[in-house]
């Protein structure tokens, strides 16, 4: 699905072009999908899922009895991690980008309602990274994602994927402005 719609749009992707490409019958389609809608929405829970994993990943440290210090990594060090895990996955699949970030919105309604939702799912894994006590850290945390996501947005819009790693640096470095640390 989630190729399908990053080469035709969501509007524009039939189930029949997804059954060529997935290389299953129409049948064993509708014995797990509703429909094209329903399809779309697995696939981008699917995505949803794997970015916070990846996200996850990214975040484990070395063991400490390898690495002592790795035990307790700076709130910077840990949004580094994640950040690069997540830009670096993304770029490697411009398929699910433009599912995640573009193809959702023309979904309609459940699809917008789900991506509201997983937006959620990032600040709250977001602020419990950087340990956000209150409305004004989770507001800022709020503030973060939307910005990352903005900023993805233009890129896979615009079919830049090899940009995508590069907004790593810059984001570490607005956030280590506003911590006051260093970057």
């Known amino acids: 699905m989630a190729e399908v719609v990053a080469e035709h749009g969501y509007a524009k992707t039939s189930v029949a072009q997804v059954l060529r490409r997935a290389g299953v019958s129409r049948e064993s389609f509708y014995e797990q999908f509703a429909n094209k809608e329903d399809c779309f929405l697995a696939a981008y829970d699917e995505a949803a ?3 916070l994993g990846i996200m996850a990943a990214g975040l484990a440290a070395p063991e400490p009895e390898a690495d002592p210090a790795a035990a307790e990594l700076p709130v910077l060090e840990q949004l580094s991690r994640v950040l690069r895990s997540y830009l670096a ?3 490697a ?3 699910i980008a433009r ?3 573009v193809e959702v919105y023309a979904a309609g309604d459940a699809a917008l309602r789900r991506r509201v939702d997983v937006q959620a799912r990032f600040v709250d894994a977001m ?3 950087v340990d956000a006590r209150d409305d004004t850290d989770r507001f800022a945390v709020e503030a ?3 910005a990352i996501s903005a900023l993805v947005t233009q890129r896979v819009c615009a079919g830049r994927f090899d940009e995508l790693e590069a907004l790593h ?3 570490v470095g ?3 402005r506003v911590l006051g640390e260093e970057a």
Do not use: D, M, N
Request: aromatic share 8%; proline share 8%; net charge negative.
């Open 127 to 129: 602020a419990t990274l």
């Open 169 to 171: 640096g810059p984001v």
């Open 49 to 51: 899922t794997v970015l």
């Open 144 to 146: 973060l994602v939307a």
């Open 93 to 95: 699949e411009p398929a």
């Open 174 to 176: 607005l956030v280590a």
């Open 89 to 91: 996955a993304l770029a």
């Open 99 to 101: 599912t995640f970030f």
